[in-house]
């Protein structure tokens, strides 16, 4: 057997089996162990306790507090493999810094690698994050040799971390074989207890697989398109998982970077999780994606409720599953209950646990830090901060969204302003077919609290540096325009309204006015005064969208435009009704974030009358029995009387969620 050299000189209590080991004999019949699996997933780039947009620290994120959780799982299961679901790669400014910025060298690892390698990482998935920054990015930091279209056949292999990656489901267009291994077989010696009570030590082979949405040839077309291609998770798993049997895999555990959807399976979905945990001879699934915990016994996610999900044990369909949120905040941790029947080590389900454990305590403190990881990337998070504190100009008007779900754009607006302008220029010196076309543009709220009450955009008055641009601006999507006539823009919009719940007027009891189940960053809007238009939460979905006019008239269907948005949601990103690459025009060079700098840089002056009052939609009035309720950060209702929301008022500063957030009421009568 081949020992895990990197644990052995980093981490002696990882798995013992090092070169200091004693010989292993044949396991026998009957023997215990318990092997503990610990995900990370969805990192993100938060290595460090802090947000670089709001330039201070965070003690809720960071991979420094979940590695406190990780030390004191390996004290409790000296047995362990330490497994990352994807993400990991883009996320922050740091992670943007290293990649565009000042890119790492072939010998270098970028700083989430640099901490994950600290922390002896087993091994590791692929998320569709992973692409953001093309392939060539993504072939040096792993330290692989793609074979495919804009990878140079002679670039070096470079440094790439100190575990494993596997991905099955991507493959080359060239050479019609996976991008990276689709599986590794991982052997390691455990402490284990024979049939008579005695402790003895056994190897263990567990087969790893990683998968991810297929999606991202869509989402990232422009790095991937006619390079990769994809193939659904289900049918990939079926065909790899009999090989890693064959090999001698006791346990295989499938990284799958999605997560549950109860929808009639599909290759291309999204998240494929409920389908892959039928898929017979998975012993372990992680997940991600979705950036939430699970088990969760609380939740009332639909998808956590369906038949066969265990939302209270973590199992689907009886695979011990577990995703661990998202920025460091979780711990994923399944405890696997062993026997050997003289064949192979198999799990017992009964006495197996499932955990995503948190890094926030019962008290509403976190766990301390592991100094280590700062000190081991100070370097790159002292040139981060210097390089986001570069001025681009200034605003008199606060841009925030914690009151975005309600009507505040002016974090929003600024966005729809340098995508139209950037667009308007591009179609006059190229495509002068579209010239006599009206450009319009539609931007989300990146930030809305999913994470946390201090995850909401807010960019305060005053000088507007790169940090502030990239809170306004969250992701390296690249800029996309769209040709769409009247009833595709409807569509749109009624698409971007199901990120409210139905109301009933005549109902006396509290109503949830936000269907957290559907992203914020997928509440896409318009910001031009040549627009307006209502969103009535009396109706249901697909039915919301009234009083739609351009240029003071009904719009009609067949009016034809040029609409500006990113490369996520003119690929397909959030299952938008006619976006699917198909009526892409634009594919701009450049990204959106690099877009709304130089508008900014050009403007050097924002105010709120110019950059931040042009609201196009409004909630379609009616009168409620009872109280229509929302939840953001408390103590900001001035800001939300700013934006001239006169409707809406502070209920509760604490919402009794645990979280931080405030209620709010907003009556949809004003």
Partial sequence: ??????????????????????????????????????????????????????????????????????????????????????????????????????????????????????????????????????????????GSHFDVDGVPADAPRCAGPNFPIVLANLYSARTRKPLFAPYRILTRQIRATGPDGKPLTATIKVGIIGF????????????????????????????????????GADLIVAISHGGIDGEAYAPEMENANYHLAQVPGIDALLIGHEHLPFPDAASKRAAFNLPGVDKVKGTVFGVPTVMANLWGKHLGVIGLHLKYDGARWVVDKSRTTVEARSTKQADGSYVAADPAIAQLIAAEHAATIRYVQTPVGTSDFRMSSYFADVGDISAIQLVNQAQTAYVQDYVKANLSQHAALPVLSMASPFKTGAASAA??????????????????????????????????????????????????????????????????????????????????????????????????????????????????????????????GSKTVIAAPDSSRDVLIAYIQKAKQLSRAHNGATRSWRFAPVATKGAVVFHSAPGLLNLAREAGLAGVSQLKTDDGGGKGFALYAIDLSK
Wanted: charged share 15%; with cysteine; proline share 6%.
């Fill in 1 to 142: 057997m081949r020992p895990n050299h990197r644990a052995c000189h980093m981490l002696p209590a990882l798995l013992i089996g090092c070169a200091i080991a004693p010989l292993v004999s044949a396991t026998p019949s009957g023997a215990e162990a318990t092997l503990a699996l610990l995900e990370t997933t969805d990192l993100h780039a938060n290595v460090l306790s802090y947000d670089y947009y709001k330039l201070q620290a965070d003690p809720a994120i960071g991979l420094e507090r979940t590695a406190t959780l990780i030390k004191q799982a390996r004290a409790e299961y000296p047995n362990n493999l330490l497994l990352d679901n994807g993400d990991a790669l883009q996320g922050t400014a740091l992670a943007d810094y290293q990649a565009l910025v000042k890119p790492v060298s072939c010998a270098e690892a970028p700083a989430i690698y640099k901490a994950m390698n600290q922390l002896g990482v087993d091994g590791a998935g692929i998320g569709n994050h992973e692409f953001n920054f093309g392939l060539a990015y993504l072939n040096q930091v792993t």
């Fill in 455 to 580: 995850d909401y955009t807010d960019v305060k008055p005053g000088a507007v540096a790169l940090n502030n641009a990239a809170d306004l601006y969250l992701y390296p999507n690249a800029l996309h325009a769209v040709k769409l006539n009247g009833a595709g823009l409807k569509a749109w919009l009624e698409k971007s309204a199901e990120r409210f719940n139905r109301i009933d007027p005549a109902s006396s009891a509290q109503q949830e006015l936000v269907n957290t189940a559907f992203a914020g960053f997928n509440f896409d809007m318009l910001t031009n005064a040549d627009v307006s238009y209502q969103i009535d939460v009396t109706q249901p979905v697909g039915q919301r969208i009234v009083a739609l006019h351009y240029k003071g008239a009904a719009l009609s269907p067949s009016q034809e435009f040029i609409v500006a948005t990113n490369s996520y949601r003119a690929g397909g990103g959030g299952n938008f009704p006619g976006l699917d």
């Fill in 212 to 247: 991810t949405p297929p999606g991202v040839l869509s989402w990232d077309k422009q790095w991937l398109a006619g390079k990769v291609y994809a193939e659904g998770v289900r049918e990939t798993a079926q065909k790899y998982i009999p090989q890693m049997r064959a090999e």
